[in-house]
């Protein structure tokens, strides 16, 4: 049965990976860019299905696990001396433990608390690259980036350019964390934490460790929040402009279009937040909307669809597919 | 490129439609080729900046005025016959989103050249890209100096002087008029603040913690504590307050010390903090009149290179002033600082442009004979353009007192400040009667008397390049 | 008169009352008996408007509760006393009994503070201890203070839930006579929800009783407690 | 000892403006159960709208009085459009569990924020201003001596204290405080009491809006006032209700003085730099050690 599972898995991520890589070759340098962004926010997004769509925990402060995964990893790169992907190893292990360690006070914590808690951990960010301003590098941050492709992926594929060497570079380890995801989501884990969530008596009830459970689900979001800062922060720099609080509420938006509780979501999701501002910044220049109003109207849409969705349709937009799909049957 | 190569593997996946497309490369462009953004009758400039957000205030004013000095240039029929258009995108001041905004800049709207980048932090997340695609990187208003180095960066330029340099000169100043003073600093927590600290080290100034020198977060603009900065130098006896900081952060600096019944005998701003107007503004929406706010104001030292943006008797002022208002569409173009500043670099871009099109102008030895050749032909290319830059860096004109001084070795715009203080009409007056334009590098260098004299404006208002 | 036709409530999946009907009649003391899980007190909680009913009518005085919220249920004369001794244990005595005359304290000033000094005649144990928290009583204070809540409201219906629950059998008998004293003198009709049925059917006029979310019986009081084989099919003895 | 006096009255300044913020908070969180993280916007919206009135010549006092009314009126408007709409959804599968119920409205009073800066930046362009105070904010001067406080300051302490005083006894003497207490605690037992629970809670949302739209009104004229300015402040204020216990209304304005004075010493003794982390180790501390806070109930902590 698991077998079962595992394969079916290996066929979505496999077909995850060509379709993505075939949009690589075909689209425009820009909108490569794009794609390696969406699928960091995948990454990221991820991260907040598992924590409050699977456990119902709600982190604000998503961002500063990622700043945890892209420090790491350019302190890797520039004080050890590895290149990227060793790095990237590093970066995920940071990561967890730092949600190991927020994982532990976050499980006494109900909703409110943990957004709020979460949300200082993620402003004091700032005052923590400049108080250890030899280390971090201050607000000036640490220059990284993928660097070039190497020969062996040249011969391979074709002379390849920056954006589309992000993307590439990108793709595995998206394709690696979608299939833990989906593995995940079926296991026997993320069964006791959909039981958490839903009624926490009745899961200890049932054997489930809550507390562990919290902390666990914290530790592995924080994994994926991890990764996804790593690769956001190998697109140029890692400093505090790269993960301010606007991040972490850019991807809960995006969880929250989505669909909170699918990893189908996450990818709608993180595609909606990179492409909508896009969309409408090429409306309102087609429909010479004022640049006062014009340059407010992506953050005044993606408000309001968020108050929408969370209002009409909480299950965000896979959810309201699946319901669809489910009708029809 | 390599596109041959690249299609029979792509054969062998059997994507071969999208072959063309998804070979994108980054190889040499030879100096004579079309370069992107440039046509017969359009240049395409990219800027980015934050529009919206936090640090937005003040700073979303500058690419309304650049575009109004190029609207005003396509007017008079462009540069060569060629149009200007200024593409601007809004990456609100944080560096995941400036990285798009360039790659947009730079993939979608194909421009020719950025200019006038703002914000410091952001600058830094594209920089090391763009140079690397050499796209020259023009008069980014940031007074950073790591990015002027022409070794590390070769295509971008300032379009400030330096943090360190303004400090250097304005802490030498300082110290030579007030040598009894006891002089102290408030600075924003940044690379702008620790850059001035470190010029004002340089000049011989250096201050000491909780007694001489106050720190606040930058962009706060003072929400959290500024009362105690100062009260602590005015507990510790601070004469002469230096102020590091925004146009806004100054503003609640003074208004606040003014509450506290803190009057030091003299404030020394550095020129990005020391707006006239931001600061009417701000004191006339606390309900502070204009007359009463003009006196605070007044006797504050700062520095600049170019003239007051209040100085109506100067010619680019005047000049600047009309275009702005017959051209600025913007949602705010009230003459200030920001609006000059954006003024003066649209006014530098079209003379470099111009200059670089101009077929009497020189190049460096190994770019003269194609990029004469290019000028002749009306072609525009980036390799001519940075060469013309760096080569003419004295020649390209602009409203400051002091000469661009671009070269092989340095891209750092100006290297000359000259100190004033405000009179009651709050415009910035030279504090010796006349002028006096010092200049100094951001290292070690030593301060001088400088001998530029600024070039008069044509009556067009169109640089001569 | 309340009367009660194929009231369907469900929980989910779950159908707690599965098309009940009965009336209780004014000036009466009707009890609702059966075992846990039976569906009496979803029954009240119905009635009172706590939870939705699925379909069937209720009606009060000819007129259909069905759709209403609880406060507006409350001003049209029903109280509702839920199982659990239901006061707020941080707030004072005073302000508990208070608190159920709120809605109507601008329009009748003088009657509700004649109400308050009734209830606190009832229970002098709760006069005592009017400026204490709820929460330092002992169970049957408290059972005597949500009682007095729903007094001061001044109801022509009182549905009572399981208010012997927890208590020492003095406590309880000397609520249940109270209750039975307020039914015979003031005419207040009352629904009582009871698990000890041999307390309630001695004091109750008629007699409900439920099985399984259904009315298995709807007799006079005497007449069900007298049913020995009804009893012993769904009381246990 | 000038400095120390500074610091104190600073910190009693500012705090009695961050446990305004907080009274805020705790309303809405006993009220609605909600953590409103769009308080400030509304605080934000009000007071750019007092700014606005006062730059077209009107009296401070008509725009003070304004702008509460705009603070009430946005309190009352979100409840009713989104978070009155959301809690009636209970039972759709996603708001089913209570740990999605609490974070649900969290997530909708982030669009709230969204909404009114992004509508603040397209009605006054983000413009960057300052704003006025009712009383002179010169420093006092006694015996000859200016004073390291300001009669602002005084102004805002007293003000901030009849606001208590009002509140105190409008919760503790009134037939409509003792229903929103009743509500607050157990809303069935309230419902079953003839109280209308959401109309009680509409008002809770007003009532916290005109706090935070007065906070806003106190705590501009020391910084300035542009769409992202009150973010820290919410920060702050949450922090207090934290450190008092988020369900305590003494307990949210003794977090709020708490903290006024902390950040005030960090920002004296050591750096302002200091005062993000101070307030971090802070929140931690009292999670870690006391997670109910210092006056909060046990049981609100856990789901």
């Keep these: 049965m698991f077998k079962r599972i595992q394969t079916g898995n290996l066929i979505k991520t496999f077909i995850f990976f060509a379709v993505i890589f075939y949009l690589g070759k075909v689209s425009d340098p820009y909108n490569q860019g794009q794609l390696s962004v969406v699928l960091m926010y995948f990454i990221g997004i991820l991260s907040i299905t598992f924590l409050t769509g699977l456990s119902g925990q709600i982190s604000l402060g998503q961002g500063a696990l990622m700043a945890v995964g892209g420090y790491t990893c350019a302190l890797g790169i520039l004080n050890l001396g590895l290149n990227y992907w060793q790095s990237i190893i590093f970066s995920v292990l940071a990561s967890l433990v730092a949600g190991w360690i927020l994982g532990i006070t976050a499980a006494r914590l109900s909703g409110p608390y943990l957004a709020g808690t979460t949300l200082v951990i993620a402003l004091a960010i700032p005052s923590l690259a400049n108080r250890f301003e030899s280390v971090f590098g201050g607000d000036v941050g640490l220059n990284v980036e993928f660097g070039a492709p190497p020969q062996w992926f040249v011969n391979l594929i074709g002379e390849i350019g920056f954006e589309q060497w992000q993307l590439f570079a990108t793709l595995p380890f998206a394709s690696i964390a979608l299939f833990f995801a989906l593995n995940l989501f079926k296991s026997r884990t993320g069964r006791s934490w959909r039981a958490v969530r839903d009624h926490e008596i009745a899961a200890s009830l049932a054997g489930i460790n809550v507390q562990r459970m919290k902390i666990f689900t914290f530790v592995v979001a924080s994994g994926f929040a991890g990764l996804a800062g790593a690769m956001y922060g190998l697109r140029g720099i890692v400093g505090p402009s790269v993960y301010p609080i606007s991040l972490s509420l850019t991807l809960l938006t995006g969880a929250v279009l989505g669909g909170l509780r699918s990893i189908g979501g996450a990818f709608i999701g993180a595609v909606l937040v990179v492409f909508l501002p896009d969309l409408i910044e090429s409306l309102s220049g087609t429909w010479e909307i004022a640049l006062q109003i014009g340059n407010y109207l992506p953050a005044m849409v993606s408000s309001i669809l968020l108050i929408l969705t969370v209002v009409l349709n909480p299950a965000g937009i896979a959810g309201g597919l699946h319901h669809h799909k489910s009708r029809h049957k | ?465 | 008169m309340l009367k009660i036709e194929n009231l369907v409530t469900e929980y989910g999946a779950v159908r707690a009352l599965d098309g009940i009907s009965f009336t209780a009649a004014e000036g009466k003391i009707t009890t609702v008996i059966g075992a846990n899980g039976a569906g009496k007190s979803t029954l009240l909680r119905t009635i009172s408007g706590l939870e939705r009913a699925k379909s069937g009518q209720i009606t009060w005085a000819d007129k259909s509760l069905i759709g209403k919220a609880p406060e507006a249920i409350v001003r049209s004369g029903i109280a509702h006393v839920p199982e659990g001794h239901a006061v707020i244990s941080q707030l004072t005595v005073a302000e508990n009994i208070e608190m159920g005359a709120l809605f109507r304290r601008r329009q009748n000033r003088s009657d509700v503070k004649l109400a308050i000094e009734e209830v606190y005649e009832l229970f002098p144990r709760l006069a005592e201890r009017s400026k204490q928290l709820a929460g330092t009583l002992s169970g049957g204070e408290r059972q005597m203070l949500a009682i007095s809540r729903a007094l001061v409201s001044r109801p022509k219906l009182l549905l009572l839930d399981e208010p012997s629950l927890g208590l020492a059998p003095l406590v309880v008998e000397q609520i249940i006579q109270t209750v039975n004293d307020l039914c015979r003198k003031n005419g207040l009709t009352v629904l009582l929800v009871e698990q000890n049925a041999n307390t309630a059917l001695a004091v109750a006029d008629y007699g409900v009783l439920l099985s399984l979310g259904k009315v298995v019986a709807n007799l006079p009081a005497a007449e069900l407690k007298a049913d020995a084989s009804l009893r012993a099919a769904y009381l246990g003895y | 000892m000038d400095q120390f006096l500074s610091a104190v009255f600073a910190g009693t300044s500012r705090g009695a403006i961050y446990a305004l913020v907080a009274l805020g908070l705790v309303l809405v969180w006993r009220g609605a159960g909600v953590i409103n993280f769009a308080q400030m916007g509304q605080a934000m919206f009000s007071t750019y709208v007092a700014s606005t009135l006062i730059m077209n010549e009107y009296s401070y006092w008509i725009a003070f009085f304004v702008a509460l009314s705009v603070g009430t009126i946005l309190g009352a408007i979100v409840d009713l459009l989104v978070m009155r709409p959301l809690s009636g959804k209970r039972s759709s599968a996603m708001l089913a569990s209570p740990a999605m119920r609490g974070t649900i409205p969290v997530i909708a009073s982030l669009g709230i924020v969204g909404i009114l800066q992004a509508a603040a930046g397209m009605i006054w362009a983000a413009e960057e201003r300052g704003f006025p105070t009712p009383v002179n904010s010169l420093g006092l001067t006694i015996g000859g001596n200016v004073m390291p406080f300001t009669a602002f300051d005084l102004f805002v302490i007293g003000i901030v204290m009849v606001v208590l005083l009002i509140t105190t006894i409008f919760f503790q003497k009134t037939g409509m405080g003792l229903a929103m207490r009743a509500s607050a605690l157990n809303p069935e037992v309230a419902r079953l009491s003839g109280i209308r629970t959401s109309s009680v809670r509409t008002l809770s949302w007003a009532i916290s809006g005109a706090a935070s739209s007065l906070a806003g009104l106190l705590v501009t004229p020391s910084a300035n006032l542009s769409p992202n300015t009150l973010d820290l402040i919410l920060i702050i204020g949450f922090t207090a209700t934290v450190i008092g216990g988020l369900d305590s209304l003494p307990g949210g304005v003794i977090g709020g003085f708490i903290l006024g004075l902390v950040i005030s010493f960090v920002n004296v003794y050591r750096s302002p730099s200091d005062i993000f982390l101070a307030i971090l180790v802070l929140l931690l501390i009292v999670l870690l050690v006391r997670p109910q806070g210092l006056l909060g109930s046990k049981e609100v902590r856990r789901v």
């Design chain 2, 1 to 465: 490129m390599n596109i041959r190569a690249s299609l029979s593997r792509k054969k062998l996946i059997g994507l071969t439609a999208v072959l063309i497309a998804g070979s994108m490369t980054l190889a040499e462009i030879p100096a004579n080729a079309a370069d992107p953004g440039v046509s017969a009758t359009e240049i395409v400039l990219g800027m980015q900046l934050p529009e919206t957000g936090a640090a937005s205030p003040g700073y979303n004013k500058v690419d309304d005025a650049m575009r109004a000095y190029f609207d005003y240039v396509n007017s008079k029929g462009g540069i060569g016959g060629k149009k200007i258009r200024l593409e601007v995108k809004d990456d609100t001041y944080k560096a995941g989103l400036t990285i798009s905004t360039a790659s947009s800049l730079i993939n979608k709207e194909k421009v020719f050249a950025f200019i006038g980048s703002i914000g410091t932090q952001t600058h830094i997340s594209v920089i090391k890209d763009i140079n690397r695609r050499k796209i020259p990187d023009v008069f980014v208003n940031s007074g950073f100096s790591d990015f002027y180095n022409p070794a590390t960066y070769p295509t971008t330029f300032a379009a400030l002087g330096t943090y360190v340099t303004e400090a250097k000169i304005m802490g030498k100043y300082l110290k030579e008029k007030y040598p009894d003073k006891k002089i102290g600093i408030l600075y924003q927590s940044d690379d702008f603040g620790r850059n001035a600290l470190e010029g004002f080290a340089k000049a011989g100034l250096t201050f000491e913690a909780k007694k001489t020198s106050a720190d606040f977060i930058a962009g706060t603009q003072g929400s959290v504590g500024l009362a105690s900065q100062l009260t602590q130098l005015k507990a510790n006896g601070v004469e002469i307050v230096i102020i590091a900081a925004v146009s806004s952060a100054t503003a609640v600096t003074l208004l606040t010390a003014s509450a506290l019944g803190y009057k030091p005998d003299k404030w020394a701003v550095i020129s990005v903090g020391s707006d006239a107007t931001t600061f009417q503004t701000i004191a006339g929406s606390k309900g502070i009149p204009a007359s009463m706010s003009a006196a605070m104001l007044t006797g504050l030292i700062s520095a600049s290179h170019a003239p007051a943006p209040g100085d109506s008797a100067d010619e680019y002022v005047t000049a600047f002033k009309k275009i702005n208002d017959d051209f600025n569409k913007g949602a705010d173009k009230r003459w200030d600082n920001n609006v000059m500043q954006g003024m003066n670099i649209g006014y530098m871009a079209t003379g470099a442009l111009k200059g670089t099109l101009n077929p009497n102008s020189t190049f460096s030895a190994k770019n003269n004979k194609t990029c004469q050749a290019n000028a002749k032909k009306a072609t525009l290319t980036r390799v001519c353009f940075i060469d013309y830059i760096e080569t003419n860096g004295s020649k390209i004109e602009s409203a400051a007192f002091t000469a661009l001084q671009y070269s092989a070795t340095t891209h750092e715009a100006f290297s000359g400040f000259w100190i004033g203080a405000y009179d009651a009409a709050t415009v910035l007056q030279p504090v010796s009667g006349t002028r006096v334009v010092y200049t100094t590098d951001s290292g070690n260098g030593p301060v001088t008397v400088s001998n530029y004299k600024r070039p008069a404006i044509a009556a067009d208002a169109l640089p001569k390049n």
